[in-house]
């Protein structure tokens, strides 16, 4: 697996909840609970989000949730604000000496 | 605050060599595992090497093994990325992460790599 499949964009209006998929396979995020998301602003350091699945790191807004179902991780962003609008990218544990994670094809979050 | 600073980038010929350095600082360097990830042009992210903090040997991607070397300096709280042989292929955006517990945590900025004639 080279890399996760993410959607290449999903918009929503302020307010909304979006969810945006990452799909691996069983090798990968169906075989650990170290699905991680990233938010990231062009020119700027990846931020974390969520690690292992669903877990926030201190600071991070309880509006961001994760979630995952066999070899598909998801992330949800409720009420959708416009400083939410960047790139989101999932990452997974892979185990493999030649693949330590492989991470997603990124989603740009746009909020209309 | 953790802070992860690359540098070293720039445009390169073919065949050329470049040296990628990361600094880190606000965390305690020596007790983590580093990686390097790149994302090329338009492309998604993604690995390229790790390094422990003992002397277990570095893991690469079949994409750079034998090309690329990652190495560090607990002293000086550095990650390396050795560069050789590069290829048009190599051009990306590189950056230095930190590693908790099977997940990458912390990023830097990132570094652009060009290879070109």
């Known amino acids: 697996q080279s890399a996760l499949t993410q959607p290449a964009s999903v918009s929503g209006s302020p307010g909304q909840s979006i969810t945006i998929s990452c799909t691996g396979t069983s090798s990968d995020v169906g075989a650990y609970d170290y699905v991680s998301w990233y938010q990231h602003h062009p020119g700027e350091a990846p931020k974390l989000i969520i690690y292992d699945v669903s877990n926030r790191p201190s600071g991070v807004s309880d509006r961001f949730s994760g979630s995952k179902s066999g070899n598909t991780a998801s992330l949800t962003i409720s009420g959708l604000q416009p400083e939410d609008e960047g790139d989101y990218f999932c990452s997974s544990y892979a185990g493999s000496t030649t693949l330590i994670f492989v991470l997603g094809t990124a989603t740009r979050v746009s909020v209309l | 605050e953790v802070k992860l600073v690359e540098s070293g980038g720039g445009l390169v010929q073919p065949g050329g060599s470049l040296r990628l350095s990361c600094a880190a600082s606000?965390?305690?360097?020596?007790?983590?595992?580093m990686h390097w990830v790149r994302q090329a042009p338009g492309e998604g992210l993604v690995w390229v090497s790790r390094i422990p903090t003992d002397t277990n040997p570095p893991n690469y991607a079949d994409s750079v093994r034998g090309r690329f070397t990652i190495s560090r300096d607990n002293a000086k709280n550095m990650v390396y990325l050795q560069m050789n042989n590069l290829r048009v292929e190599d051009t990306a955006v590189y950056y230095c992460?930190?590693?908790?517990?099977?997940?990458?945590?912390?990023w830097g900025q990132g570094i652009l790599v060009t290879v070109s004639s």
């Open positions: 606000g965390f305690s360097f020596s007790n983590y595992v």
């Open positions: 992460a930190n590693d908790v517990a099977y997940r990458i945590d912390s």
